[in-house]
């Protein structure tokens, strides 16, 4: 019998939201574990770092690898996966452009630092102690890893073949890509897996969605009942669903609540941000620079809401000062 | 169970075999995120100090700064995707004091739902997969047994199978309430986003059901296992495992265990009510102490002080999580769950109890109040009311808000300028209450297990039993941004040289 195809997953700066949803595949996973031999996964099997070295290079057929990528530690790891492996999946919103853990970008290491050790509400810390790469405590020399400066996605650290989309990606589509890659039937290297239309052409409200939305005022969810089958733009909501690609099947609208744009951007469409302004603010029905304005007060956080998972990736990502 | 699954299971005893420890075949195994530790020997061998590290930070107070309230349930459920539901409901719940809004009694009513059906999932979880291989299978089994599969060996092929499936089918409420289960979107102040229609209510209802005969298959399943087996028992109460400290947990009204309100009531290591405060004086109460060694820092007793990892009435350091829950009520609100806690505390000595693991029978006697909550509200008429949101109209300055995550007592709070814009935001999460006691722990188990520089394989487990029944949650404490790797331990001779290292 041949080997089964060996199959890798490992996180880096994740929140542990991508291994759960592998877990949610649910009585699906013994159909997966049955197909594949699992070489490496920390959360659920023991394998180690030596393991992975001593095989040879590319001989595992794909490396599932969620999380943004921080410390040294995380760029050895992936490294040496890339190595080892013959197709490299990013996985998941942080893999893909950052996440939520990318908005770190627009912060200081320094004052994000000084705020949790000292400055942070209930901190009882006169002395000023920090934790430190190496110190020494009772006579005893200990290390902690240092932070790099900067969230990175996968792709700015090694060579990527294809792009999970979500926080996290939906079972559904998980399981999708494992098919894919078991017939061996694989589309071209940079592929995003999960369908390449907006979100909106996924979502229930759509056909509410008018041509021209007239935007007069936007709105914040927590101040107006929402109503459960319109479309959430034309309740003056900012929804990210025109300018993120579909593949969840609109579940956040389905929630009654607005998409915030885990899935990314579609292929036509480079910066996400960008690309909602471009398309959603010509919809705005007054048209001088004030009224205009006094519309845009609305969203008071235009880079958490259109670079909510993508701060990484886009030029705004790094605050200087 | 079917074949596949027969296969899986007998795949990963093969590589058990093959002198890999495969922790388990399962998905839904884990241990939490990052750990280090360092022990340090003497010249005669015997443990100086052992050291459990936290080696990350991601800082989500401060990169939320800026951001809109509102969208602090969906950024702070992404510090554990384990956990989500528990950091959204702290910040819904932190929302609804930011903006002095009552929540809505429908919407409630939904997020009590939704959050036990979490609870119940998520301990399920650690008593199956992650705390059962040691507890279960017993410490002692060989190490290739002490997973998934030994705890299926132990009590039947069909309980892995159930086990995956109830958590799916709980989970499916959250998913339906909550707009996504992995990350909700419901949370908003004054209620939630959606309401429950009540065609889905049978359906619910079947689940709820079998939820509470689940949870009572599992006690039975403790007690057939565990406490009928006098060497766990004794373990259970030895003293490598037993720490005297002050315990926390949300209590209500009636000074009952309630998971998703209450006040805060924290006992001596006596077991007499020591405080009781609103979540809104949590700083008259609470200290954390900075380390230069870990990235993790330690909360502490305000009042009493830090006096450094000691036990005792003098020493500031406390517990959350199941058993400092039950350690802390008067009692469980719910019928079976209440016979069970009588049982717990007879058996173990009387309250406080101060054993460790402990933890894992407690987490079983959690199980069954989350199970009969869901049932008592998924009959209840109002929960398919047609509101379940009040609008908030103050303006918001300074919210607190509280759950009891499965791991412990989780702090949310926010300070906003008067657009609700988030100044200020201070996270105190599960685990990260636990440090001190989580270190001491593991200290205590070293020094009691390591002499004479002589160790082997087992150390490892009985060192990771001594941190596993809190059900750490290394990734979200601190909000660490996790490598997540798998532990390592370091043993180290007095001039720092590495005479051992073992990676699990
Ligand atoms: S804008 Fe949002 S609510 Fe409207 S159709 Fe698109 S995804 Fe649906
Ligand atoms: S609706 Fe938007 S934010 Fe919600 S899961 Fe889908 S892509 Fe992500």
């Known amino acids: 019998m041949p080997d089964k195809p060996k199959v890798a997953f490992y996180w880096c700066a994740s929140c542990g939201g991508c291994e759960e949803a592998v877990v949610d595949l649910a009585e699906d996973i013994l159909t997966v574990v049955g197909a594949v031999d699992i070489v490496l996964w920390p959360v659920a099997m023991d394998f180690k770092k030596a393991d992975i070295e001593a095989r040879p290079d590319k001989s595992i057929v794909a490396a599932f690898i969620n999380g943004a990528v921080r410390t040294s530690e995380q760029e050895e790891w992936v490294r040496m996966l890339r190595k080892k492996s013959q197709v490299v999946v990013s996985f998941g919103a942080c893999a893909n452009s950052g996440g939520i853990p990318a908005l770190a970008n627009q912060s200081r290491k320094e004052d994000i630092l000084k705020y949790v050790y000292e400055d942070c509400p209930g901190v009882d810390n006169p002395d000023k102690t920090r934790p430190r790469i190496k110190c020494e405590d009772e006579g005893h020399t200990l290390t902690l890893p240092e932070l790099r400066s900067m969230v990175r996605s996968l792709d700015q650290v090694i060579d990527v073949d294809y792009y999970l989309p979500g926080c996290p990606p939906t079972p559904k589509l998980i399981m999708a890509a494992v098919q894919a890659l078991l017939s061996g039937k694989l589309p071209p290297k940079g592929t995003v897996l999960s369908p390449d239309i907006a979100l909106c052409e996924e979502c229930k409200r759509k056909d509410s969605k008018p041509a021209d939305l007239a935007l007069t005022e936007f709105k914040r969810p927590h101040q107006i009942q929402i109503d459960p089958e319109k479309c959430l733009l034309a309740q003056g909501i900012v929804c990210m669903g025109p300018a993120t690609r579909g593949g969840c099947e609109a579940l956040c609208p389905g929630g009654n609540m607005a998409c915030t744009g885990c899935f990314g951007p579609t292929s036509r469409v480079k910066d996400q941000g960008a690309k909602f302004v471009s398309s959603v603010f010509s919809n705005i029905a007054p048209k001088e620079e004030k009224d205009i304005d006094a519309v845009l007060d609305g969203i008071p956080d235009p880079i958490g809401t259109f670079y909510r998972y993508g701060l990484s990736k886009c030029l705004l990502r790094r605050k200087l000062n | ?504």
């Open chain 2, 1 to 504: 169970m079917d074949k596949t699954a027969q296969k899986v299971w007998n795949q990963a005893h093969q590589q058990a075999n093959s002198g890999r420890r495969t922790v388990t075949i399962d998905p839904i195994t884990r241990l939490e995120g990052h750990g280090k530790i360092e022990i340090f020997l003497n010249d005669q061998g015997n443990v100086d100090r052992a050291y459990l590290q936290i080696p990350e930070l991601r800082g989500f107070e401060v990169f939320s700064q800026g951001r809109p309230a509102e969208d602090m349930p969906q950024i702070t459920s992404r510090i554990c995707g384990v956990c989500p539901t528990a950091h959204h409901m702290a910040a819904a719940k932190a929302l609804d004091d930011l903006y002095g809004v009552k929540c809505h009694p429908v919407g409630r009513k939904i997020r009590e739902l939704v959050y036990n059906a979490f609870m119940l999932e998520d301990h399920a979880l650690h008593v199956y997969v992650l705390g059962g291989p040691d507890f279960i299978v017993g410490p002692d089994a060989p190490k290739e047994m002490r997973n998934i599969v030994g705890v299926i060996g132990k009590v039947g092929l069909d309980v892995g199978k159930r086990v995956i499936s109830m958590r799916r089918r709980i989970r499916e409420i959250i998913n339906y309430a909550g707009g996504k289960v992995i990350h909700p979107v419901m949370g908003l102040p004054g209620g939630v986003a959606k309401g429950i229609s009540a065609s889905e209510l049978p359906k619910f209802k079947e689940i709820a059901k079998d939820g509470l005969e689940f949870a009572k298959f599992t006690l039975q399943v403790f007690h057939d296992i565990v406490l009928r087996n006098d060497a766990y028992v004794k373990l259970i109460t030895s003293d490598t495992f037993t720490h005297k400290t002050y315990y926390m947990g949300l209590v209500d009204k009636n000074n009952k265990v309630n998971f998703y309100d209450g006040d805060v009531r924290v006992v001596t290591p006596e077991g007499k009510e020591y405080a009781k405060f609103p979540i809104q004086k949590y700083l008259e109460h609470i200290s954390e102490h900075v380390e230069p060694w870990s990235y993790i820092k330690f909360p502490f007793l305000k009042k009493v002080g830090w006096n450094g990892f000691v036990e005792g009435g003098s020493s500031g350091v406390y517990a959350v999580a199941p058993m400092a829950r039950l350690n802390a009520a008067d009692g469980m609100a719910t019928p079976e769950a209440q016979k069970a806690y009588e049982e717990y505390f007879k058996v173990l000595g009387g309250k406080p109890v101060h054993h460790t693991l402990a933890n894992h029978w407690a987490r079983v006697v959690e199980m069954l109040q989350a199970a009969e909550r869901i049932v008592e509200l998924v009959n209840d008429p109002e929960l398919t009311g047609k509101e379940f949101r009040t609008i908030p109209t103050k303006t918001p300055k300074i919210g607190v808000g509280v759950v009891e995550a499965p791991r412990g007592t989780l702090i949310h709070q926010y300070e906003t300028d008067e657009n609700g814009l988030i100044r200020r935001a201070n996270l105190i999460v599960a685990t990260l209450n636990n440090s001190a006691r989580i270190a001491m722990s593991v200290d205590k188990a070293a020094k009691g297990l390591i002499k004479g520089g002589k160790v082997d394989d087992g150390l490892l487990n009985m060192v990771e039993m001594a941190f596993r029944a809190y059900d750490p949650c290394f990734g979200c404490a601190t909000h660490t941004l996790p490598g997540e790797m798998p532990m390592i331990v370091t043993l180290r001779d007095m001039k720092g040289g590495v005479i051992r290292e073992i990676r699990r």
